[in-house]
């Protein structure tokens, strides 16, 4: 099975340059896990409701006047007597929601990721508190990619610099295991389910990109879907 996440993930770095501060990367990956529930199949629950348009993707990142589809992390009930939006090729509709059910927060760490910890940590643990605000039981599910290439060429607006191996500017590859122990000791268990996505992508032309092991990636990911179409069947079904 090709997994949409997986390569929305991928298309981000792979053949252009990835600008950093850009708020609308993680939504545009987060939205395709909705996609891959439903076509794993696994939650006949959540395979009906979403056919039924009981559930749909948050309308909330809509753009007015731009035609095309923009991702939100946040599934939940269709406000009643309001209209989904039917998007060419997506199964699951978008609207205005009454609930969360699904909730999913996504991060990307391609460099400086010791300097930015903190303030990650508080953007995941905090997003948990806004998927429950509204009560019910959501599924709150993290993502976080994090980068291991040993250089780094960033983009930051009109800004631009290379990765040293200096404490003022790491590599990547120098940062990494730091960084996702940060994550599995202290965000890890906020989230009903929490992926680390361990890649590689220098930001340099040709601008590659690759999974450190991408056999265990979809195995990891996959396993994780599995699990959120268990849970889905518990709490909703």
């Known amino acids: 099975m090709e997994f949409r996440l997986l390569e929305s993930f991928r298309s981000a770095f792979e053949g252009k340059p990835y600008v950093h501060r850009n708020p609308t990367i993680g939504d545009n ?3 395709w896990i909705y996609e891959d529930l439903y076509h794993l199949g696994k939650s006949k629950t959540f395979k009906r409701r979403v056919e039924d348009s009981e ?8 753009r007015v006047g731009v035609s095309a589809r923009r991702g939100d992390g946040t599934l939940g009930e269709l406000v009643p007597g309001s209209k989904s939006i039917v998007d060419k090729g997506f199964a699951v509709q978008r609207g205005n929601i009454a609930t969360v059910e699904i909730g999913v927060e996504v991060k990307i760490l391609a460099k400086s990721m010791i300097k930015q910890i903190d303030r990650v940590k508080r953007d995941l643990t905090g997003q948990v508190t806004e998927f429950k ?11 976080v990619g994090i980068n ?5 060429h ?3 607006g ?9 404490a003022s500017k790491p590599h990547p590859a120098a940062e990494a295991e730091s960084a996702e122990q940060h994550l599995d000791r202290d965000v890890r268990p906020q989230f009903d389910e929490f992926l680390i996505l361990r890649f590689t992508a220098t930001n340099l032309p040709p601008y590659p990109f690759s999974w450190v092991d991408p056999e265990n990636t979809a195995l990891i990911y996959g396993a994780l879907l599995t699990r959120v179409s268990r ?5 909703f079904g």
Request: aromatic share 10%.
């Open 55 to 62: 559930v749909v993707l948050n309308v909330r990142n809509l």
């Open 154 to 156: 960033s983009f930051e």
């Open 29 to 31: 990956i987060a939205q």
């Open 231 to 235: 849970k889905y069947d518990e709490r």
């Open 158 to 166: 009109k800004n631009e610099y290379d990765t040293t191996g200096r």
């Open 148 to 152: 291991r290439a040993e250089k780094y």
């Open 133 to 143: 605000k509204a009560g019910g039981q959501p599924i709150c599910i993290g993502i």
